[in-house]
């Protein structure tokens, strides 16, 4: 029996996986696409905005058994073991309904080991890794939002000739590319040419001749592109170099994520707030919703350094807990000032 292809989409944080998972499944075309979604932290939000979408849910908004397979403890390369292999197992137990699977990673993973898994004979006797497809935030790579405070760490780099390491954001980085069947600019609707040659030059320096570079907007590519790549990265993955080969005991403690809780907030001063915390600390990601009074709607907010979208995404459901809910990702966080530094959000 065929092996059923299985699509690694990685890529730093806020680069946009999401939204190229929601442009495959909007345009699956009958395909039978099983989903994995992982987040860094307690709260998994990338699966709420994957429900929020409608995708794989009844008509009660209810996510079906089997349609969304949410990880949300801790970067899927840390757990492939407790986590991964189960699912992957519970996937091969109904193959004869599933054409393809989707795999997102967190924004802080390493793919190389999730690929590596597929070399594991349980899995590697159904599926096949068709492509690792890495997603680049086109303006955050051209401003070094990659780095752990991308101004500051990126001139004193550049400043002290002593310092002969990158930063483990920048090998995060790299590392997302090496591992890299199809390389993904995008939101290149927001720089202009001068950014999009320096960032293509920069991801080009770290990548084969072979790996293909396409831009996008919005994830908004033809699925032939991303999918049916055949690449079988499991049988090459070892020969791909990365700055955690020889890291046995690799583990994410430079970043902690902490989850905030709080009831209906007052739009504008949430986002004074989360400004100046921000400001405060080194905030690498924070993403969530919030209820605002009067609107039947939720929030949903994602921020990547210091610049935060926010829109209303769906209406709240009947039965629903409201309130906000906030995931903090970042380094050295001081908990106990986050949640004093939005004390007087509330509304």
């Given at each position: 029996m065929q092996k059923i292809p299985a699509t690694i989409v990685t890529g730093f944080l806020g680069s946009g996986k999401t939204t190229l998972?929601?442009?495959?499944?909007?345009?699956?075309?009958?395909?039978?696409?099983?989903?994995?979604v992982n987040e860094f932290g307690e709260l998994g939000i990338d699966g709420e905005i994957l429900k929020g979408c409608g995708i794989?849910?009844?008509?009660?908004?209810?996510?079906?058994?089997?349609?969304?397979?949410?990880?949300?403890?801790?970067?899927?390369c840390c757990t492939v073991q407790e986590e991964f292999?189960?699912?992957m197992q519970q996937l091969a137990a109904r193959r004869d309904r599933i054409d393809a699977v989707l795999i997102e990673t967190s924004g802080l993973a390493l793919p190389k080991p999730l690929v590596q898994a597929f070399q594991w004979p349980e899995i590697a006797n159904v599926f096949t890794v068709d492509a690792v497809v890495t997603v680049v935030d086109t303006p955050a790579a051209d401003a070094g939002q990659f780095a752990a405070n991308p101004a500051a760490v990126d001139e004193q780099r550049r400043a002290d000739a002593n310092?002969?390491?990158?930063?483990?954001?920048?090998?995060?980085f790299e590392d997302q590319l090496s591992a890299a069947d199809l390389v993904v600019l995008n939101k290149t609707d927001l720089v202009d040419a001068a950014a999009l040659a320096r960032v293509t030059a920069l991801v080009r320096e770290e990548l084969p001749p072979a790996v293909k570079i396409v831009q996008s907007t919005q994830g908004q590519l033809p699925l032939d592109v991303l999918l049916g790549l055949a690449k079988?990265?499991?049988?090459?993955i070892d020969q791909r170099v990365s700055h955690h080969d020889h890291d046995e005991d690799h583990d994410h403690d430079a970043f902690d994520a902490h989850v905030v809780e709080l009831p209906a907030v007052d739009r504008e001063r949430l986002l004074a707030a989360l400004a100046?915390?921000?400001?405060?600390?080194?905030?690498?990601?924070?993403?969530?919703?919030?209820?605002?009074?009067?609107?039947?709607?939720?929030?949903?907010?994602?921020?990547?350094?210091?610049?935060?979208?926010?829109?209303?995404?769906?209406?709240?459901?009947?039965?629903?807990?409201?309130?906000?809910?906030?995931?903090?990702?970042?380094?050295?966080?001081d908990e106990a000032a986050l949640r004093a530094g939005l004390a007087g959000v509330q509304a």
């Open positions: 998972l929601r442009h495959i499944l909007d345009n699956a075309d009958g395909r039978r696409i099983a989903v994995i794989g849910c009844d008509e009660d908004g209810q996510v079906q058994e089997g349609a969304l397979y949410e990880l949300a403890n801790g970067c899927m292999f189960p699912v310092l002969d390491h990158e930063s483990p954001l920048h090998e995060l079988a990265a499991e049988t090459t100046r915390l921000v400001e405060q600390q080194t905030i690498l990601r924070v993403k969530g919703f919030a209820e605002i009074p009067g609107k039947p709607m939720r929030w949903l907010l994602q921020g990547v350094g210091r610049r935060l979208d926010h829109h209303f995404d769906r209406a709240w459901r009947e039965g629903e807990r409201r309130g906000t809910r906030l995931v903090f990702i970042g380094q050295d966080l």
